[in-house]
C-alpha cells in the first residue's frame, strides 16, 4: 500500500510558477504509474498528468504545455512543475496512483489570483 503526503501549493498571479511534490511510502512504488489529479469544489476530481513507470507521461489538454510531471524513484517521489499558470487552474491537487485507489491524501491547495 501506498502513503502519500502532498507539499508545494500556494497562492500565485497568473502566468507564474509552481512546484508539487508528492512523497509516496510502499515498497513497490517503483512499479506503479502515478498521476496528479485536481479538484474544485462541486466538480469530479480529474486527471491533469500521469507518468508511467518507464518513465512515460501524458497530460490533459487543458495542462498541455505547461505542466510538467516528473518521478524519483530513489527518493519515491513525484513532481508536478507548474508554468504559465492560469486563474482556471485553481484547485486541490492531489497525488495517487493512475488508476487511483481510494488511499487519497490531504492534497495542496493551489491558488491562481492577481
Known amino acids: 500500500q501506498v502513503h502519500l503526503v502532498e507539499s508545494g501549493g500556494g497562492l500565485v498571479q497568473p502566468g507564474g510558477s509552481l512546484r508539487l511534490s508528492c512523497a509516496a511510502s510502499?515498497?513497490?512504488?517503483?512499479?506503479?504509474?502515478m498521476g496528479w489529479y485536481r479538484q474544485v469544489p462541486g466538480k469530479q476530481r480529474e486527471l491533469v498528468a500521469m507518468i508511467a513507470a518507464g518513465g512515460d507521461t501524458n497530460y490533459a489538454d487543458s495542462v498541455k504545455g505547461r505542466f510538467t510531471i516528473s518521478r524519483d524513484n530513489a527518493k519515491k517521489a513525484i513532481y508536478l512543475q507548474m508554468n504559465s499558470l492560469k486563474p482556471e487552474d485553481t484547485a486541490v491537487y492531489y497525488c495517487?496512483?493512475?488508476?487511483?485507489?481510494?488511499?487519497w491524501g490531504q492534497g495542496t491547495q493551489v491558488t491562481v489570483s492577481s
Open positions: 510502499g515498497t513497490f512504488f517503483v512499479i506503479y504509474a
Open positions: 495517487n496512483k493512475a488508476p487511483p485507489n481510494s488511499a
